[in-house]
């Protein structure tokens, strides 16, 4: 199991920026979250003779070269991540069902957007999209293991914490900084996914949002009937 990881200064700034609120709280992921990747990067690596060699939840050692299959180097792998994000972060589609599910989630849980997302310059971009989109929610952009950012989000705050990602990276970072928060894995692309084996630490691995709310509203309704928090408006 992963050490607890620090929470980055230039994302805890944008933490403290947050209103406070007394409901429980969703920290949920972007990317193949709310917004599909998979199916983006594969038209990226497609147009330049590029693929992904299997459907490990990875990306360095799993893209390589369509003709040889010989994987690209880690290097190679970053610089071509932060083409793609500049180039398509203004026009990702959303996963169906993620902005009807997160605004009834939003009437009685505190939603914040957290997402690794290269290139802070993005970040505007991002923002614009989803709240396009009607998901209007507070953005943090983060680096690395998303488990210090979680914690320093949760710290104060009721209980539940709900968790959503994509990443095994980042629910094991979780599980470490804050193992008493409820952890969705949620992959959108269904080979991805096929591929993923649920971790012991994960309370749901799906790739719909009508699912994830239902379990999500049954976690508050059992909150409550327990004696916990009562939701607040």
């Excluded at 693929?51 to 369509?66: A, P, Q, S």
């Amino acid at each position: 199991m992963p050490e607890p990881s620090p929470v980055l200064p230039e994302v805890l700034a944008q933490i403290k920026g947050l209103p406070v609120s007394n409901r429980p709280l969703i920290i949920c992921d972007v990317d193949e979250v709310i917004l599909h990747l998979i199916k983006h990067l594969e038209v990226y690596l497609n147009e330049r003779d590029l693929v992904f060699l299997n459907h490990e939840y990875r990306l360095t050692g799993n893209i390589g070269h369509r003709k040889h299959r010989a994987a690209i180097s880690a290097i190679e792998v970053r610089k071509h991540l932060l083409n793609f994000f500049d180039e398509v972060s203004h026009r990702q589609d959303m996963v169906h069902g993620a902005d009807a599910s997160l605004q009834a989630l939003a009437e009685t849980w505190e939603i914040v957007l957290l997402t690794n997302l290269p290139g802070g310059h993005n970040k505007p971009a991002r923002e614009k999209l989803l709240s396009g989109m009607g998901i209007p929610y507070p953005v943090v952009t983060n680096s690395g293991p998303k488990g210090g950012a979680v914690a320093a989000l949760a710290a104060g705050r009721p209980t539940p914490v709900v968790f959503i990602d994509d990443s095994p990276t980042n629910h094991s970072s979780v599980h470490a900084s804050l193992p008493s928060s409820i952890k969705i894995q949620f992959i959108a692309d269904h080979r991805f996914r096929a591929a993923t084996e649920k971790e012991t630490h994960i309370d749901l691995l799906t790739g719909d949002w009508h699912e994830t709310a239902d379990f999500i509203t049954a976690i508050l309704q059992e909150a409550v009937e327990t004696g916990g928090n009562q939701p607040q408006k």
